[in-house]
């Protein structure tokens, strides 16, 4: 299996301009998440979605993120527009048994917004 | 507010010797407990959990304890090697199937040679 797939892997993007992160969990997986990672203040947990569907989206920062998640095999997240605040790694991760199953990760998406 | 907290941003250790990461989470109601490992460039992956019904659990090298009276938790990897240079994030979740599991921030760990 090739684990969980992430892109673009990293990012630069002006200030004001939209940005959309992929994903692609492991085949099976039921569980997907989005978090995001940054200095002050580590891993975040944005949005996660089961059998497709978002269960909670209360980590979503402000009406500028949405997910979508159309199927099973892929997941976006979008910024529009983006902020310099909104620079971070991007993870998304999928489980076949939430909450209590192990998380796989992907490589992450490093976006830098100018 | 932090729910999980891991206070040392970064711990060095003599490679051989033990190390100890540390957390501490605020609500009592979390059920199941986790670590996990980050090399640079890369995703994080599962290393160890422990749930709590248990106060210890160890897989080789690695050893999770649980307080839950204390609501802390630790990692120990004896004996340290120069691979385990890394970031350990400390998560915690529910038993419940919509429950979240949450990270702390981190500590980055170096093995001194």
């Known amino acids: 299996d090739a684990g969980v797939i992430q892109s673009p892997r990293h990012e630069v993007t002006e200030m004001g301009q939209e940005v959309t992160l992929r994903c692609k969990p492991i085949?099976?997986?039921?569980?997907l998440f989005w978090y995001r990672q940054t200095m002050m203040r580590g891993l975040e947990l944005l949005i996660y979605?089961?059998?497709?569907?978002?269960?909670?989206d209360s980590g979503m920062p402000e009406d500028r993120f949405s997910a979508k998640m159309p199927n099973a095999s892929f997941s976006t997240l979008k910024i529009q527009p983006s902020e310099p605040r909104d620079s971070a790694v991007y993870f998304c991760?999928?489980?076949?048994?939430?909450?209590?199953?192990?998380?796989?990760f992907g490589e992450g998406s490093r976006l830098t917004v100018l | 507010d932090q729910q999980v907290k891991q206070n040392s941003p970064s711990l060095s250790v003599q490679e051989g010797r033990i190390s100890i990461l540390n957390c501490d989470y605020t609500?009592?109601?979390?059920?199941?407990f986790l670590w996990y490992k980050k090399y640079p460039a890369e995703g994080p992956t599962f290393l160890i959990s422990?749930?709590?019904?248990?106060d210890k659990n160890e897989d080789g090298r690695f050893t999770v304890f649980l307080n839950k009276s204390a609501k802390h938790l630790s990692l120990h990897i004896v004996p340290s090697q120069p691979g385990d240079s890394a970031v350990y994030f400390c998560?915690?979740?529910?038993?419940?199937?919509?429950?979240?599991?949450?990270f702390g921030k981190g500590t980055r760990l170096h093995i001194l040679p």
């Open positions: 998560a915690v979740t529910g038993m419940n199937r919509d429950d979240k599991i949450i």
């Open positions: 609500n009592s109601m979390f059920d199941y």
């Open positions: 085949s099976g997986h039921d569980y």
């Open positions: 991760a999928s489980s076949l048994a939430a909450p209590w199953g192990e998380l796989f």
């Open positions: 422990i749930s709590s019904i248990k």
């Open positions: 979605f089961n059998n497709n569907v978002p269960i909670d």
